[in-house]
């Protein structure tokens, strides 16, 4: 069988799975590489399941060769440090308060497998292989579920974490799952209240990062009553476009179409594709408060600035890393500047200051290029141009370096002052509009600049010398 071949071909996890059946442990492949392999992903990560053993024992019987951390003691899982290998101790749970952390756990070696199956999330989840007898072990039908691309939950089990709705949103995005009726009538009944802000963004991650339709996980947090839990999401359903422009219908299914564009064009870097997903998810967030209706059609004037705070307010809440929030929340702020530059056919100094507004152009670019799907057509011609300019002018993926540095100025016999920052900022702001672009040329407007503006360093002898 297929799985069997890829634990031979894994070194580590055939070692560790050999040592534990010698020492009387029963291993199960489970989870997320089983579902992976059988849909035909290769998978980079190894769950296993061991059954006869405590995890003090396979501790005991596993150091000798590996670094072993531990993920909470209570939870039995066993990271091999080195390794994308995890191990699991079959456990028995009792909810014990409102958190999703609220548990008391217990190890339970010799739990019944089915018992054990049961406890997990979805179908497609709780098939195990066992590696001893090579053997699919699917007491609920989820391989079935699999070929089908039914999101199902496992069992009555599943409404003790509420975490695993969050997981149904990526998993549905990643997969292209529908989800179950009787499941999404079990996430309407569960609240995120209990769920920390850092689990949260995690699962946010997963459907940006990893969705290849993301607007299957957005519409399974509609179907389950969880956008409510996102009001900056929850608030674009509804608010109309004009049928013109955005022929696809209501803000929310445009920020679905978005995202869904974006998902078939991610730069494969995971920082600027998280940058992005948020920035997209977010890029509307300002059209419900500017929406109006007139006689000329449906407007959102400024909801580009409208949107700042919202998308603020929704990323605070999630945690998201201020390094990643502060490229999102500029991305928002000018994300129809593409197509507004193409239509006018801005001038280098425009390209250069906005370079310099969102350092990243290429992000511009292509968040432009996804916000046009489902909107507009043939939108390449917008994405081409504005490429071609920023690479011409060497400002793609990062705006100008400034000719005039401090040291040029010491060399005009200018005193090191407190002026030197107004100077250097006029100076670079002249270079962006294109007024110089060489040395020479920037020492002659400096030059031009102190003799015309009595407000800066207009007598040497006013200003203190840093020594």
């Known amino acids: 069988m297929r799985l069997l071949s890829v634990i031979e071909n894994c070194r580590d996890l055939r070692t560790i799975v050999d040592l534990l059946h010698i020492n009387g442990g029963h291993c199960y492949l489970v989870g997320g590489c089983v579902r992976d392999y059988l849909l035909g992903l290769r998978s980079q990560n ?3 399941e061991v059954f006869g053993l405590s995890s003090e024992k396979i501790v005991e019987i596993l150091n000798p060769s590996y670094k072993i951390d531990r993920v909470g003691k209570s939870y039995g899982i066993l990271k091999i440090r080195g390794c994308d290998i995890d191990i699991g101790i ?13 548990f008391a756990v217990q190890e339970d070696p010799f739990l019944p497998l089915e018992q054990a199956i049961r406890r997990r999330d979805f179908t497609i989840n709780s098939i195990y292989f066992d590696i001893k007898n090579q053997q699919i072990i699917d007491p609920f039908h989820g391989k079935e579920d699999l070929q089908q691309k039914i999101l199902r939950h496992t ?4 409404s003790e974490d509420p975490l695993r709705v969050l997981r149904g949103m990526q998993f549905c995005a990643r997969f292209q799952l529908t989800p179950a009726p009787e499941t999404i009538e079990l996430c309407q009944t569960l609240s995120i209240h209990s769920l920390s802000p850092e689990r949260i963004y995690q699962e946010f991650d997963k459907l940006l990062v990893q969705g290849t339709q993301p607007s299957l996980g957005l519409n399974f947090l509609r179907q389950t009553d969880w956008l409510k839990f996102f009001p900056e999401i929850h608030r674009l359903v509804g608010i109309e476009q004009n049928p013109i422009s955005h022929p696809e219908g209501d803000v929310f299914v445009h920020t679905c179409c978005a995202l869904d564009a974006f998902a078939k064009n991610r730069t494969q870097n995971v920082s600027d594709d998280l940058i992005l997903g948020f920035a ?3 890029h509307d967030f300002g059209k419900p408060a500017t929406t109006t209706k007139d006689g000329k059609g449906i407007h959102s004037y400024w909801h580009e600035i409208a949107g700042i705070l919202p998308a603020k ?7 998201v890393p201020k390094r990643i929030m502060l490229q999102v929340l500029t991305l928002v702020q000018y994300h129809i500047e593409p197509r507004l530059f193409f239509k006018r056919k801005a001038s280098d100094g425009e390209l250069r200051r906005l370079s310099y507004n969102v350092h990243r152009l290429d992000l511009l670019i292509l968040m432009g290029y ?4 489902g909107r507009v057509k043939h939108n390449d011609e917008i994405r081409s141009w504005m490429t071609e ?9 990062a705006p100008p370096r400034a000719i005039i540095q401090g040291r040029h100025l010491i060399e005009l016999s200018l005193s090191p002052c407190k002026d030197f920052s107004k100077i250097l900022l006029k100076t670079y702001f002249a270079q962006l509009n294109g007024n110089f672009s060489t040395i020479e040329g920037g020492l002659s407007y400096v030059q031009k600049l102190i003799s015309t503006d009595e407000n800066l360093i207009s007598k040497q002898s006013d200003h203190s010398v840093i020594s």
């Open 46 to 48: 190894f769950d296993l």
């Open 90 to 102: 079959p456990r028995q749970e009792q909810k014990m308060g409102p958190l999703h952390t609220d």
């Open 155 to 158: 069992s009555e089990c599943f």
């Open 280 to 282: 997209l998810l977010c």
């Open 313 to 319: 307010n929704f990323m605070e809440r999630l945690r």
């Open 370 to 373: 996804c916000d046009c799907f």
């Open 389 to 397: 300019r920023a690479g011409n002018l060497g400002i793609l993926n």
